[in-house]
């Protein structure tokens, strides 16, 4: 491709190409925009095998709402994610009533740390289950053990632990 320049009102011609910064499938585009929610959004919806207008009637919006959260430039409101997040939360007790709650962060992380966050949730949910049961087995044991204890301590025999006798007919 050949090039024309005016140089001193000459017009020359070159057959060098002068890159301009823009590539051609790139000219007539916006430039990027980072939108975490709409990223966040999709993946939410694409998890759950949901449909725009199934979130939008679930949490209450329009669909054309759904929509100007994932193509707006600027951030949505607040309170627009949180019934987004709400829809989602319905949509997951349909199926099981005890299912967690959507919690705003998933809207502005990647599908890596969403990843991360929900192993990490889980794995702390786990352990609390885990110190619960630990919490009950030791006020279950706690009088057992301090009665075995203050009996060694004072001499006195302990109880014997009751055996179950056959029932003769």
């Known amino acids: 491709m050949s090039s024309t320049l005016l ?4 017009l020359l011609r070159s057959s ?19 939108r ?22 679930l949490a209450g919006v329009r669909a054309g709402t759904i929509s100007a ?6 951030p949505p409101e607040i309170p627009t994610l949180q019934r987004l997040a709400e829809g989602f939360t319905k949509y997951d007790r349909q199926g099981n009533p005890r299912a967690p709650e959507v919690p705003l962060w998933h809207f502005f992380v990647t599908d890596e740390q969403a990843a991360l966050l929900t192993a990490s ?4 949910q786990e352990l609390v ?4 049961l630990v919490d009950r087995v030791m006020e279950r044991l706690a009088p ?10 004072l001499g006195t025999p302990a109880p014997a632990t009751p055996t179950k006798r056959k029932q003769s007919a």
Do not use: Y
């Open 7 to 10: 140089f001193r009102r000459h």
């Open 16 to 34: 060098v190409i002068i890159p301009t910064g823009l590539a051609p499938d790139r000219q007539c585009r916006l430039p990027f925009v980072d």
């Open 36 to 57: 975490p929610w709409a990223t966040g959004l999709h993946r939410l919806l694409a998890d759950r095998r949901m449909k725009k207008q199934d979130l939008a009637d």
């Open 69 to 74: 959260v994932v193509n707006s430039p600027r």
């Open 121 to 124: 949730a889980t794995k702390h």
């Open 129 to 132: 289950k885990q110190e619960q």
């Open 144 to 153: 057992i053990v301090a009665n075995v204890i203050q009996d060694a301590v």
